[in-house]
């Protein structure tokens, strides 16, 4: 095996170590309580992963045997891959851009709207057709039961007095979601377990609330249900509390994407440069052979 089949043998085993990132991005995605019952990009991250180590270990093995008809299958394959890597990135980073928060005077955090959020993520998402379904998974998950027995001890005072992050304050217009001591995979439920603030219900424990005093202000006050299968699932700040959530996990997701894809694409400039340079040693070596 020549030099340049060697340094190709060695960028594919790099390659096939970057796949496992990609699939790594899309099992966490998998895992998140919002994207299964979303059930939006977890596949598709999941299946690219797979498809780029399987091609990677192609070209490992095409370098290592010298099967030139396989490494030049694997960059062609591999230079498909990562321009589907790339549109699928620039696709998500134009959905979700727009992240539907907006100032509260006197508020160390901001609120969020679900006008704010990307066409794409609301028809997809909040559209009747899919909300049923998404509603209904939420509603069979049993997470707002969980929360209240999760922090059983919360106080009326606790509850109200707790510094809000932004991403905390997630719903409508909703300025007391969960406390900061909460786990965070509950945040993004403060539109959903609980009636918007301004509604002026009383606070009993996280998912029991009575007596509101200014129905009128919001339109999720009257759809509001202390009947633990419904609560705010039918609310508007519960669409942008999922929202707000997705969008967060998805920039996050895009930070190791991104880098994935820089490493890819170096991977493959320099497996380009040594696939010629291989090219180039076996003419010389025929040559040498011809002319022996």
Not at 44 to 58: E, N
Not at 217 to 240: G, H, I, P, R, V
Request: hydrophobic share 45%; aromatic share 12%.
């Amino acid at each position: 095996m020549g030099v340049s089949n060697n340094i190709t043998a060695v960028l594919n085993f790099v390659g096939l170590l970057c796949s496992v990132p990609i699939i790594g991005v899309g099992i966490w995605l998998a895992s998140k309580q919002d994207n299964e019952c979303v059930r939006l990009a977890r596949w598709p991250v999941i299946i690219l992963g797979i498809l780029i180590l399987l091609v990677s270990l192609a070209g490992f093995v095409g370098a290592y045997w010298n099967r030139q008809g396989l490494l030049a299958a694997y960059l062609f394959c591999m230079a498909v891959l990562i321009v589907l890597l790339l549109i699928f990135l620039v696709f998500a980073f134009v959905v979700t851009r727009p992240d539907g928060s907006y100032p509260v005077p006197g508020r160390a955090y901001s609120e969020y709207r679900l006008s704010g959020f990307s066409s794409w993520l609301r028809d997809h998402v909040t559209d009747s057709d899919h909300w049923d379904q998404i509603r209904s998974c939420l509603s069979a998950s049993d997470v707002c039961q969980k929360l209240g027995r999760d922090q059983p001890y919360l106080t009326a005072d606790q509850y109200f007095q707790t510094h809000l992050s932004p991403l905390q304050a997630s719903s409508n217009c909703d300025p007391d979601p969960f406390p900061l001591s909460l786990s965070k995979q509950y945040w993004w439920l403060s539109g959903c377990c609980k009636p918007p603030t301004v509604c002026g219900y009383g606070y009993v424990n996280p998912t029991v609330w009575i007596n509101p005093s200014n129905t009128m202000a919001d339109m999720d006050c009257s759809a509001w249900s202390n009947d633990q299968s419904q609560l705010c699932y039918a609310c508007t700040s519960c669409k942008a509390g999922l929202l707000g959530n997705l969008r967060q996990e998805w920039r996050k997701a895009n930070i190791v994407l991104i880098v994935t894809a820089v490493a890819l694409i170096w991977v493959y400039i320099i497996g380009c440069s040594a696939f010629k340079n291989a090219q180039t040693e076996e003419l010389f070596r025929r040559y040498k052979e011809g002319f022996a």
